[in-house]
């Protein structure tokens, strides 16, 4: 449905199991990498199977339904597709055990199932898995369709999960603090009393090797008497030695100098929340070892520490892209001089009569939203058997967050006014530190302007955000003595430093690109025209 499509989402089914369409129907709405478009049946008949439940992801070409006669027996054309029935052919051959429950493996007999998996969202465009931050209901709950069942931190932000089915949460396979796969079963809702280990073992081979693993480390927890500390039998029981604590427990504890080993957790399963670190008081056990141990009380003169941190989903992120940028595009870097002096004093004048506060970082971002206009292929993007050059110009802003960067999008920044910039900048910036931005202020970015400048930084270069070809760091306004005509006198400097892909952008052009935006900032005037 688009040329860079790999694999679409199902935003809904407009037909169910039984109805009968005609060719031109419309069977579904799939949400692509660019939009949410039509699916058309082109056959006539009875719609027999769905194999991609609303809400989950499917790669381009493979099997999502089959419309047939009523009663047609359509299976042998699912196992030639290679779909779902080939997992289930593996234990037939390499597990003897598994053989009594393999004819129930195949997905026929699941739609008498009174219950439906939830899957693990695709909340993002870069996502490969997210990590759930909060259940917000437990098994035995009743939910309807619309209600929030958790909290998941993304690469980009915490979102939430909604239901899409009224029932029972039967079963929950991911516990919080722990991370899945997009499309690995997280869930299950249906009716109480449903057979969900059933459809578990059909459709989630992820899950099922997962179960016995927990249910070995819980099962040896009363065989060793020893281990009679609650925070070390829940860390070992809960994730194999991982302390299971919720995020805004951990964020306490380290705010309080507190080792979480050292705490007792009184929710499910030995977690840590928030009121464990509140109501903690640390033992005397040094003084208990002192007494003891007299000999080796003495202090030492330091003492060797270090704490692993686990990647979090934006980070793992940032590794992956940053990495595959900086290793496959072949940068080069232009750094100019910007004279500031007049830019300084439009600033003081705009903000006068400017409805919003105007900072020099909206100044640049116009400046460079204009220059791209004149500068077509600084705006394009590589997309491996071709450029793309883009007509439309959306910049891309970094924003330092405590877990790493995040780059929200102002859209058409080329037809947008100084004050209206600043107040996107401002608005899309507390989103981000937030962490309330949505997929729609992220995605789409042209190019990029990255400004350290807040911070003192005279000088930097920038990792190209693929697939844009350029990314535009920005120094700080330095004070310092400039020479013209013998003279010397004050003036203010800004270093900007381009970053470009090779394969898009020669030097030439980018120096083209980096001198009109140099006429733009040094004759602010010429902004407003």
Request: hydrophobic share 40%.
């Amino acid at each position: 449905m688009s040329d860079t499509m790999t694999e679409g989402v199902i935003a809904a089914w407009l037909k169910k199991v039984g109805d009968t369409v005609k060719s031109g129907d419309i069977l579904a709405e799939v949400e692509t990498d660019k939009a949410t478009m039509d699916m058309e049946s082109y056959a006539d008949g009875t719609l027999l199977y769905i194999g991609v439940e609303k809400g989950q992801a499917v790669p381009v070409d493979a099997i999502m339904a089959v419309i047939g006669n009523p009663g047609e027996d359509y299976q042998s054309l699912l196992s030639g597709g290679g779909s779902t029935q080939q997992p289930a052919e593996t234990p037939k051959e390499t597990a003897p055990a598994a053989q009594p429950t393999a004819p129930a493996a195949p997905a026929v007999d699941t739609s008498n199932i009174k219950a439906k998996t939830v899957q693990m969202p695709l909340l993002s465009d870069t996502m490969t898995e997210g990590v759930i931050h909060t259940w917000l209901k437990k098994v035995g709950d009743k939910v309807k369709s619309g209600d929030i069942l958790a909290e998941i931190e993304t690469d980009k932000a915490t979102m939430e999960l909604e239901a899409y089915e009224d029932g029972t949460l039967l079963y929950i396979g991911v516990e919080a603090g722990q991370a899945a796969k997009v499309n690995e079963v997280i869930a299950v809702i249906g009716e109480e009393g449903a057979d969900y280990k059933a459809l578990l073992n059909a459709g989630s081979a992820a899950t099922t090797p997962a179960q016995p693993e927990v249910k070995a480390e819980q099962s040896a927890s009363p065989a060793s008497p020893q281990t009679t500390s609650t925070p070390e039998s829940a860390t070992s029981n809960a994730n194999n030695g991982r302390i299971l604590a919720s995020p805004l427990a951990k964020r306490l504890a380290e705010e309080k100098g507190i080792n979480l080993s050292d705490v007792n957790g009184s929710g499910e399963g030995g977690r840590i929340v928030k009121n464990d670190v509140d109501s903690f008081t640390p033992k005397a056990k040094p003084t208990a070892v002192q007494s003891q141990t007299p000999v080796v009380a003495a202090a030492p003169a330091g003492q060797e520490s270090y704490e692993d941190v686990p990647l979090s989903q934006m980070r793992k992120t940032i590794a992956r892209r940053l990495a595959e940028s900086k290793f496959s595009a072949p940068e080069f870097y232009l750094t100019m001089e910007f004279t500031m002096d007049k830019a300084i004093k439009a600033r003081e004048a705009m903000n006068e009569i400017s409805p919003v506060k105007i900072s020099f970082n909206d100044m640049v971002i116009k400046a460079v939203s204009a220059a791209l206009t004149k500068h077509p292929m600084v705006n394009a993007s590589w997309l491996g058997d071709k450029i793309r050059k883009n007509h439309h110009v959306h910049i891309g802003m970094a924003v330092a967050v405590e877990e790493g960067l995040l780059v929200p999008v102002i859209r058409f920044a080329n037809t947008k006014t100084l004050s209206q910039i600043a107040a996107e900048t401002k608005d899309l910036g507390g989103k981000a530190k937030n962490k309330q931005l949505q997929p729609k202020d992220w995605e789409g970015n042209t190019f990029t302007v990255s400004n350290l400048g807040m911070f003192g930084i005279e000088q930097f270069t920038s990792i190209i955000n693929p697939p844009e070809s350029c990314i535009l760091a920005v120094g700080a306004i330095k004070e310092t003595v400039g020479v013209k005509d013998g003279q010397f006198f004050v003036t203010n400097i800004m270093k900007l430093t381009l970053t470009c892909d090779h394969r898009v952008v020669d030097g030439a052009t980018g120096a083209a690109f980096m001198v009109t935006l140099k006429q733009l900032l040094e004759e602010p005037y010429k902004l407003l025209v």
